[in-house]
Structures are given as C-alpha cells and as structure tokens.
C-alpha cells in the first residue's frame, strides 16, 4: 500500500495553479534585478493564496515576500525565479534553438513555484489543524551572481525565522550536500602614469604592468592554496587599445572561492598582498572594491535528516515512458563524460542506461568536490537550513545550459517541481509538529556560529545592484 500524508493532498490540490505558475515565469526569463514579471507573477499568486504580501523588501523591487498563519515559529521557504542571460530554448524539444534572449538554464521557475506551492500548502494545513505557526514565502530574485539574499539575510529579513527550507532542480533526488563555496569578487584597479610608449617609456608607470604581475602572482598562489579554494580573474579595463601609450589605469576582478568564510578571508587577504607587491613592482598605486560575496552553505544534520525521512518516505518521482523518452532523445545530444559524471558530487556511479532518477540518495554518501557557490550560503548562517535536490531532468544533463532550458516545462519538470513542494511541505510540516527537532536545527546552529562568527561577505556599503522596471 502506497504512504498517504495530508500535506502530500493539500499539495496535489494545487496542482494546476502551480505549473501555470512555472510556466508563466518560464516564458518570461529575466536575468539578476530585472525580474519583474516573474515577481509580479508571485506577487499575484500570494495574493491569490491569502497570504500577507510585501514587495520590495531588503530594498529590493524584485524581491517579494508572503506569509500565513498566526503565532508560533516562523518556517521560511525560499524561491527563485531568475533566469540566464543567452539561455534562451524553445522548450520541450531535443535540439538546440535558441531564441536569442535570458532562459531558465537553472530551473528557477521550477524552483520559486514549487516553494510557493509548498509554503501555500503548508498554510491550509496550519489552518486545518489549528496549530500556532508562521510560513513564510521568500521570492528571492537574482541568485545568478547578484546575492540578493546575501542582501536580504543583511538586512535582517531572517531574524525571527525559526529555519528555512528550500530545494534546486537537479538530476537526482537526496538531500543537498551542504558543500558550496563562500566566495567573493574583488576588482582591483591600478593607478600609474600614462607616457608615450615609444618617445619617453621611462616616463610611465603601467597599470597593465601591475595587473598582469597580479595575475602571475594569483598563479604562483594557486599551488599553495587548499584544494577545493578557486581563483578565477577577468580583465575588466586593460588600459586602452593603444598600445604605444602607456597604460595609466587597468582593472582586473578577481573571484575567489573557499571552502567556508573563514578560509574566504584568509584567501582575500593573500590576493590583497600580492596586489601590494604588483603595485611596489611597478611604482603603481590600487584600490580595491568588493563587488560582491556569498557564503559557504552551513549543514544541519538535524535538518537534513528530519528532510531525509520524509523524502524516503515519498521516494522518487513517478515518471513514466514519455517522460524517459524525451530524457533519452535529450541524453543524444550530452556526451558520455556528462553522463559518467552525473552523479559524481555524491560519490556514486551513474548507471548509463538510467534516463530519469528513480531513487532517493542516503543521506550519509562520500561528499565529492565540483561545488559552484550559492547565495543560499548566507540563508543558513542566518538560520538552520536546509534543502532537497530533485529530479526535473535527465541525467547527466548539465546546468547552464539549452538542454537544461529546454526541459524547463515538461512533464518530467513539473512533476518533479511537485515532488519537490512535497518534501519541503513535509518538512515543514514535521518541525511545526515537533518542537524538540526544531531546538536541536537551533541549538545545532548555534554551537556553529559560536565555533566561526558570521561576517557578512558583502560590505555595507555595497547595495544591491537594482534596476529600473524596462
Ligand atoms: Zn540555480
């Protein structure tokens, strides 16, 4: 006999609501801080669910946040709904055609709708068994290297949360791994002198000189650096196309990846070294100004394992043969090294004929590398948190890409956004129910934040990075 649960129904009622949801946003793809659309689609849909709405918050036009329910804990779970900029697929097809604009490469319609579903859910079930409670929906725009919960997290919008819960789109079903990356994008501009290049060289200081010496120093660095750290660079401003003008003024980003904030800084403070001695090196002076930064996702083992029981309690998607078909016309076009490699993060082989996941992943798996970074990072300094990963797509299919766009309204897709509401509503559901799960989630948490501080990776005087309505 098949598991029943009556937040699995409240969840399934809302069925067609949710993949109108999905697609709406699918078929308007807007990149970091132009989310209009797709939030105004949120917007709508809270209103529509009941909820206590507020657009705007953290100073953030695309951001929106709704909430149900009366006294209690607060649970959050947080959505997304950006999309990639040139990512743009006609969906549901097996061959690349662009259509020339953003897409969702990432599956954040998927994601954003699945947690509204789960959050709008979760607020019929309060209601229905009458139990002091808040759920919380956090649409959260610009994930896609614009932190806004980084600045949402900063400007206290967490502070009276109890946890948050969410999920990512993947190719297999488990609790995530708590690896990402803390990271943070430093441009450093030099200042020297500008001469002819020719006529009077030992007039002129180059900032291209001081740049490039940067960058031999961030290499000779890489060698002594932890493995899992990363240093990726990009020359914003080289100094001008003459070249027989000495450059007075270039600009180089680093971004620089580690395991965990504190190592973030340590790793910082080497790269401001090395831009010293390029300076010393070539009579130039810097500065230096933090674009941006993300955390390190924090694990919660009470967490993930309250998530772990309700996942295998649910299992796997139900997908049928339509859907395997079109994850295996899909899997024509990827190549046998993606699909060797799907599910290498957790430490298991991929069976190659396996289309679609069929099974949930053990909580405790060896956690491989080949972690990107996440704002969700800065979420689960805030508070307990945790989230699931589940199966929207072929396996193998890479993120980032018009394989992963073009499955973004499926069947496969919209089931697994589904499924996915499912595990994050039961989730909640157990730590509504379950006062003592919920002190461990804190008192876990506390014990971390007590061993490594959090600092904010974004500097106060950053803001974020918002643009007008097109
Ligand atoms: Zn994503």
């Not at 649970?75 to 743009?88: F, S």
């Not at 990827?334 to 060797?340: F, G, K, S, Y």
């Not at 990072?377 to 890409?401: E, I, K, L, M």
Request: some cysteine; proline content about 6%; hydrophobic content about 45%.
């Amino acid at each position: 006999m098949k598991n029943s649960d009556r937040i699995w129904d409240l969840v399934e009622d809302r069925r067609a609501a949710y993949r109108g949801l999905a697609n709406r946003v699918f078929d308007t793809p807007e990149i970091a801080y132009t989310e209009y659309a797709s939030a105004d689609a949120h917007e709508e849909q809270l209103r529509a669910e009941g909820a206590r709405v507020e657009r705007g918050v953290a100073g953030i036009p695309t951001a929106v946040i709704g909430e149900w329910g009366e006294g209690g804990p607060v649970i959050a779970i947080l959505g997304e709904y950006d999309a990639l900029p040139e990512l743009g697929q006609e969906p549901g097809v097996a061959e690349e055609r662009p259509t020339g604009g953003p897409g969702h490469g990432c599956g954040h319609n998927l994601l954003g709708s699945a947690a509204m579903m789960a959050a709008s859910a979760l607020a019929d079930w309060l209601k229905e068994t009458g139990l002091p409670g808040r759920v919380r929906y956090y649409g959260c725009p610009a994930e896609e290297g614009g932190a806004a919960k980084t600045f949402m997290v900063r400007a206290g919008l967490f502070d009276d949360v109890a946890a948050a819960v969410s999920w990512h789109p993947a190719s297999l079903n488990g609790v995530n791994e708590p690896t990402s990356l803390a990271n943070s994008r430093i441009d450093y501009t030099f200042h020297g002198r500008a001469a002819h290049a020719a006529a009077a060289p030992e007039l002129g200081r180059s900032a291209l000189d001081a740049v490039e010496l940067m960058n031999i120093g961030v290499n000779y660095m890489r060698e002594h650096m932890p493995d899992d750290a990363r240093i990726h660079y990009a020359y914003l401003d080289a100094g001008g196309v003459a070249p027989n003008v000495v450059q007075a003024k270039a600009t180089v980003r680093q971004l620089v990846r580690a395991r965990d904030l504190p190592g973030l800084r340590e790793l910082i403070a080497r790269v401001d070294k090395i831009a010293e001695g390029a300076a010393l090196m070539t009579e130039t002076r810097f500065d230096r100004r933090v674009v941006s930064g993300v955390s390190n996702i924090m694990g919660n083992r009470p967490l993930e394992e309250v998530m772990q029981v309700e996942f295998d309690r649910l299992g796997a998607p139900d997908f049928d043969a339509a859907d395997t078909d079109f994850a295996n016309a899909i899997r024509k076009t990827l190549t046998p090294d993606h699909i060797a490699a799907a599910f290498r993060r957790m430490g298991m082989a991929t069976d190659p004929d396996l289309a679609l996941c069929d099974f949930v992943a053990p909580l405790d798996r060896p956690h491989m590398g080949g972690e990107g970074s996440t704002d969700v990072g800065d979420v689960s300094w805030a508070v307990p948190t945790v989230q699931a990963r589940v199966a929207t797509c072929a396996v193998g299919t890479p993120f980032h890409t018009w394989q992963l766009t073009a499955q973004g309204k499926t069947p496969a897709a919209l089931k697994g956004m589904e499924h996915a509401a499912k595990v994050m509503a039961a989730t909640a559901r157990t730590l509504f129910q379950r006062a003592d799960l919920l002190a461990a989630a804190q008192a876990e948490h506390a014990r971390q934040m007590a061993a490594t501080p959090y600092v904010c990776p974004m500097p106060d005087e950053v803001m974020p990075p918002v643009r007008a309505r097109a």
